[in-house]
Structure formats: C-alpha cells, structure tokens
T-cell receptor
Framework: DAGITQSPRYKITETGRQVTLMCHQT?????MFWYRQDLGHGLRLIYY???????DKGEVPDGYVVSRSKTENFPLTLESATRSQTSVYFC??????????????????FGAGTRLSVL | QKEVEQNSGPLSVPEGAIASLNCTYS??????FFWYRQYSGKSPELIMF????GDKEDGRFTAQLNKASQYVSLLIRDSQPSDSATYLC????????????FGTGTRLLVSP
C-alpha cells in the first residue's frame, strides 16, 4: 500500500523490555520523524532523519534509539521501556526543502500511530 | 511561555456557524504555519498551510496569518458535525531542517 505505515498499531510491554516500533513509507520522502503524543503535551518530536544514515535528536530523545539504513524505513527502539514511555507514537515523513516551491515541501504526513502501554 | 499556544477548548459552535480557532507563537523567526485536524484516536491530517501575511482560503477553511502580532487563525465556515475534532497548529522556524513545533490543540465541537 502506498503511504506511510506503522506497526504494530497496539503494543503492551513490561518495564525494562526492549520494544521496536516500525515505520515504513513508500513516497521516497527524504525526511522522517518520530513524535509522541501525550495529554497536555501535544505532539513532541523524539528523533528525525533528513536522509538515510542521517539522524538527529528532537525535543525528547532520552530512552529512544533510531536508525535509518534505508530511505523508506525509520524504526524507533525503546531500549529499556519505562512507564513514562506509555504514549501514542506517530511517525511522519516529508519531502523537505527541494524544488522551486520549496515551502510547499514542508508538509509532514503522519502514519496511523502506535499506542504503546508499558506496565 | 510555550512556543506555540492554543486554547484547549472545547470550542462549541452550532451547525452552520463559523468556528474560529486561534494560535499564537513566540518565535518571530517562524515562517511556515500549518493547521492539522485530528479526530479522536486517529492521526493528524493536514488542512491548511500558510506562509504569507493575510488570508488563504480553501473551500470552507480560511487560514489567517499576522506575523507582526504573531498569531495564526483558522476559520471554518458553515461548520458541520463532522468538523468536530482537535485542531493542531504547527509552526516551522526556517532554520535548518523542517522541524515543526506543535501546539497542544483546540478541541472543536459542532452540535447539530
């Protein structure tokens, strides 16, 4: 299917376990992002990537690891899950600043989200 | 002060009325502004984006930007119950990569 897909959609895990959330996009967008959404905080950026093998921290990176060996995939790993990481996680992608109408490329498209519960 | 502020609501309007959603931002260097709609349990979807001062219209939606006053608003004309959702304002500072800063959203309720 075309677009951006996240898996799993729901995940329950225990404190201390490693969890990997998957994100796959078929648009060949150069940029990919991971956000978490919590009540009262809105969407907060965890990590982002400008291209394969280029990643950088966002606002709340602690406890998370990302990789991007291929343009289309951007997995997010919680190395040792904590209860405070219970949240809804959204992956997004975008084209970045390319072309004459570069500002129109700033748009980010979101996946359906993964609801993660850490017990 | 948060970078992007929105009234959490809920903003209640009757069907057919105009809903006005407001967003203020703190960084004067911000250049690009986005409105996303998020239904309960769903992901954000883009409604409008605006870069220049003034109004931008798309169907029933109008985005308004005033950089001097550092606010951006979204007007929804002829509001429908299907417009009931949370509306997220997002701002991009044109420095480096295209990171967006989101407000916490305004919940809109349109009653039949």
């Amino acid at each position: 299917d075309a677009g951006i897909t996240q898996s799993p959609r729901y995940k329950i895990t225990e404190t201390g376990r490693q969890v990997t959330l998957m994100c796959h996009q078929t648009w060949s967008h150069s940029y990919m992002f991971w956000y978490r959404q919590d009540l009262g905080h809105g969407l907060r950026l965890i990590y982002y990537s400008a291209a394969a093998d280029i990643t950088d921290k966002g606002e709340v990176p602690d406890g998370y690891v990302v990789s991007r060996s291929k343009t289309e995939n951007f997995p997010l790993t919680l190395e040792s899950a904590t209860r405070s990481q219970t949240s809804v996680y959204f992956c997004a992608s975008g084209e970045g600043d390319r072309g004459l109408n570069s500002r129109a490329k700033n748009i980010q498209y979101f996946g359906a989200g993964t609801r993660l519960s850490v017990l | 002060q948060k970078e992007v502020e929105q009234n959490s609501g809920p903003l209640s309007v009757p069907e057919g009325a105009i809903a006005s959603l407001n967003c203020t931002y703190s960084d004067r260097g911000s250049q690009s502004f986005f409105w996303y709609r998020q239904y309960s349990g769903k992901s954000p979807e883009l409604i409008m984006f605006i870069y220049s001062n003034g109004d931008k219209e798309d169907g029933r939606f109008t985005a308004q930007l005033n950089k001097a006053s550092q606010y951006v608003s979204l007007l929804i004309r002829d509001s429908q119950p299907s417009d009931s959702a949370t509306y997220l304002c997002a701002v991009r500072r044109d420095t480096g990569f295209q990171k967006l800063v989101f407000g916490t959203g305004t919940r809109l309720l349109v009653s039949p």
